[in-house]
């Protein structure tokens, strides 16, 4: 076994997303001499990218004070919010919540804003590399993190060298900083070998699931910001829309499942797309055509499910961490300023992480976390009792002397005869794409098919034998691109059985497997590096 090639550097940095960059930036800013690295998955930086994005641009201007001179590609202002309320065929138009008005703030693609913010990184003297995946942890003999693997490269999939096999190589570092987004694969591992959850709720989820259309002419108003709840989701599933006018006749629209979801039956992707064909949004979309689609999870535990964010040799910051603001559906602002906090105490402290856990909880971000924590887990009685309550969290700003808990999604699940079917009220959908393979050519995925399967089923038999009587083979369900699907195939003995097919390449990297299945036999590892979504704008 030839010994792995080593790059060395003070820090490295996983993720090249706003956490990840906005760390890179502010540490150079503060220390040039620093050497820092950003490795990032997705083929080009902002590849996998997907988020709404609404941003507050504080923490932005903090960071790049000039940056309205010079903005992203797609920063359109934003413009008059709507709240809705939906029924089936109608609905009533709310009060917009304090926390949702967007007063001030900027609608971006968070794709072509990472795409954007990495050249003024390298700028500063950091080295961005895109199309390398963060495959494994490295440890030093006294068990603190010592850096990442790279993932290698050319291997087939029954694990032979293909012709232009290269090993990965480690990449080691005074500190590594965990900026992997939701559901991170290394930060994954970190929680547990270091019991960084042992003081705080199970982290909890959604998945987001978000198209950009191109529309005729006439119909988008530049900076126009909907959100709605209510129908198609039933009063016992946490969901919502939102709708977003961009410049050139586009709007990029999504919706948003809890995965706390307790429907065997319940398909985010269905519900996505039956709400694009509710009488407030079809005639938007009519005649358009779709430009870019994808899916990712969402990190919505909140305070109570915030893991310890250091150990010896790493960090953790933004997405990783868990701090999206729940209801106002907004994790930029908070990546952005959390990967400077971290650049600040590491810059103070010799590059030492130990105190930045205490640092991040005595910060605006944690109190902005606090004052909300109640109100997504509210949500867990019904969606009236989700209302009222966030109306008195809101009015009280988080004042109740208690704080609510979160379970974990998997365990969420009631089983196939125990649960009571939800009345769906579902209609008949006309606008594209027609299924979920359709939807998956919309996000450009490409896998190279001979490829090892980044998607660990740790026992199929389980699948097979008791998932389908208990559950029914919900991941053939929940996820948003096809990728699991229960075959029927000839056994040895002439009868007919059946068996777990993964169809690897379709995967858009959303995790939704990882958190949602009720047996906890699915592990996403990072694929060949360059693999996965290719998305536009999103």
Not at 49 to 56: F, R
Request: aromatic share 8%.
């Amino acid at each position: 076994m030839s010994e792995r090639e080593t790059m060395e550097y003070d820090v490295v940095v996983v993720g090249a997303g706003p956490a990840g960059l906005s760390f890179a930036v502010r540490l150079k800013q503060l220390q040039p001499e620093t050497t820092v690295c950003v490795i990032e998955k997705a083929s080009t930086v902002g590849a996998q990218i997907l988020s709404g994005a609404v941003i507050e641009p504080g923490p932005l201007d903090a960071l790049l004070p000039g940056w309205r001179d010079n903005p992203p590609p797609i920063c359109v202002p934003a413009g008059e919010d709507e709240f809705w309320l939906l029924t089936k065929t109608g609905g009533r138009k709310l009060p917009v919540p304090p926390g949702m008005n967007n007063h001030g703030n900027f609608i971006v693609s968070l794709g072509a804003m990472c795409a954007w913010l990495a050249p003024q990184a390298e700028a500063l003297g950091v080295d961005v590399f895109p199309g390398f995946a963060a495959a494994d942890n490295v440890y030093n003999e006294d068990g603190s993190v010592a850096g990442v693997r790279i993932g290698d490269m050319g291997v087939a999939k029954d694990g032979t060298h293909k012709a232009g096999y290269t090993q990965g190589i480690d990449i080691k570092a005074k500190v590594t900083v965990l900026a992997e987004g939701a559901r991170g694969s290394l930060t994954k591992q970190l929680i547990k070998r270091f019991a960084l959850d042992k003081d705080s709720d199970p982290q909890g989820y959604s998945i987001g699931i978000k198209e950009l259309w191109q529309v005729p002419a006439g119909r988008v108003t530049p900076g126009k910001i909907v959100h709605s709840f209510g129908w198609p989701a039933d009063n016992d599933t946490y969901g919502g829309s939102f709708l977003y006018h961009l410049d050139g006749d586009r709007i990029a629209l999504g919706y948003v499942s809890g995965l706390d979801y307790s429907d065997p039956e319940y398909k985010p992707w269905e519900a996505f797309q039956q709400w694009k064909n509710h009488p407030h949004v079809k005639p938007l979309l009519e005649g358009g055509n779709i430009l870019s689609a994808g899916a990712r999870a969402i990190v919505t535990g909140g305070y109570q499910s915030l893991p310890k964010v250091e150990m010896p040799g790493a960090i953790l910051i933004g997405d990783t961490a868990g701090l999206l603001n729940v209801p106002k559906i907004k994790g930029t602002h908070q990546a952005i300023r959390s990967g400077m906090l971290a650049a600040e105490h590491l810059a103070a402290n010799g590059l030492n992480p130990a105190g930045f856990d205490a640092a991040l909880r005595a910060s605006p971000a944690m109190d902005e976390l606090k004052q909300v924590r109640n109100i997504k887990p509210g949500f867990k009685k019904g969606l009236w009792f989700g209302m009222a309550n966030a109306a008195w969290e809101t009015v009280t700003r988080g004042a109740s002397p208690w704080t609510l808990k979160n379970k974990p999604d998997w365990s969420t699940l009631d089983k196939i005869g125990e649960h009571e079917e939800p009345k769906r009220d579902y209609v008949q959908r006309e606008l594209p794409p027609r299924d979920r393979l359709a939807g998956v050519y919309f996000a450009a995925t490409e896998h190279d098919e001979d490829q090892p399967i980044h998607l660990h089923v740790a026992d199929t038999t389980i699948c097979i034998e008791r998932c389908s009587v208990e559950y029914g083979n919900p991941c053939t369900r929940f996820c948003p691109a096809s990728v699991y699907e229960i075959v029927e195939e000839a056994m040895p003995d002439g009868s007919q059985g059946k068996r777990l097919q993964i169809n690897a390449a379709n995967c858009v990297h959303c995790k939704t497997c990882d958190i949602k299945d009720p047996y906890e036999i699915i592990t996403w590892v990072t694929p060949e590096g360059g693999s996965g979504p290719n998305y536009q704008n999103m």
